[in-house]
């Protein structure tokens, strides 16, 4: 099985820092990977698929990047909504794998 | 609009059993594979099985492999996951995702989930 390893586990910021969560395969999934957001007690939101697409609707400063084992989720201007608990997941086979999270809170 | 409401949740005891459903809406669930994930108290998020759209394939993780069926019923827009032999390890929030083939195979749309306890 393949295990995804997210760093860090755990970050503050301010509003307006650029916030950089990055995501390890334990073998290569080419672009199978997407980042997702989850709010407390709501269910977890696609915002980027394909390691580097955004979903509709996902405000810009979101975006991704990576292909093989390595992979970043780029928030550009961090804003008060973006407190949450960020996850990247591999599809590249089955079963596919989360990474154990990133949370993100604002100073 | 895409709307997937999960069901079936609730308190059982070590042992028992529960059937859970989910009810999609909004799109053309026939042409869809469904995937159930979910995430214990405090935890993240594990995957758990999946179905496709054209005969029914099922996959499963292994700490549910024997245990728990996944099925779904296109004429009732519906999946459901039967849960055998529970253990207190599956107490968790329960959510079904749309799986999209091909985009990443993401998960684009998910339920609020539904609770289960599994404790005496």
């Known amino acids: 099985d393949i295990q995804m390893t997210q760093s860090p586990s755990s970050l503050s910021a301010s509003v307006g820092d650029r916030v950089t969560i990055t995501c390890r395969a334990s073998q290569s999934i080419s672009t199978n990977l997407n980042w997702y957001q989850q709010k407390p007690g709501k269910a977890p939101n696609l915002l980027i698929y394909?390691?580097?697409s955004p979903q509709s609707g996902v405000p810009s400063r979101f975006s991704g990047s990576g292909s093989g084992t390595d992979f970043t989720l780029i928030i550009s201007s961090l804003q008060p909504e973006d407190s949450a608990t960020y996850y990247c997941q591999q599809s590249y086979n089955v079963p596919c794998s989360f990474g154990q999270g990133t949370k993100l809170e604002i100073k | 609009e895409v709307q997937l409401e999960e069901s079936g949740g609730g308190l059982v005891q070590p042992g028992g059993s529960l059937r859970l459903s989910c009810a999609a809406s909004g799109f053309s669930f026939s042409s869809y594979e469904m995937n159930w994930v979910r995430q214990a108290p405090g935890r993240g998020l594990e995957w758990l099985s999946y179905i496709n759209s054209h005969n029914g394939g099922t996959y499963y993780a292994d700490s549910v492999k024997g245990r728990f069926t996944m099925s779904r019923d296109n004429a009732k827009n519906s999946v459901y996951l039967q849960m055998n032999s529970l253990r207190d390890e599956d107490t968790a929030l329960y959510f079904c995702a749309r799986g999209r083939t091909g985009d990443g195979d993401s998960f684009d749309h998910w339920g609020q989930g539904t609770l289960v306890t599994v404790s005496s």
């Open positions: 394909a390691a580097s």
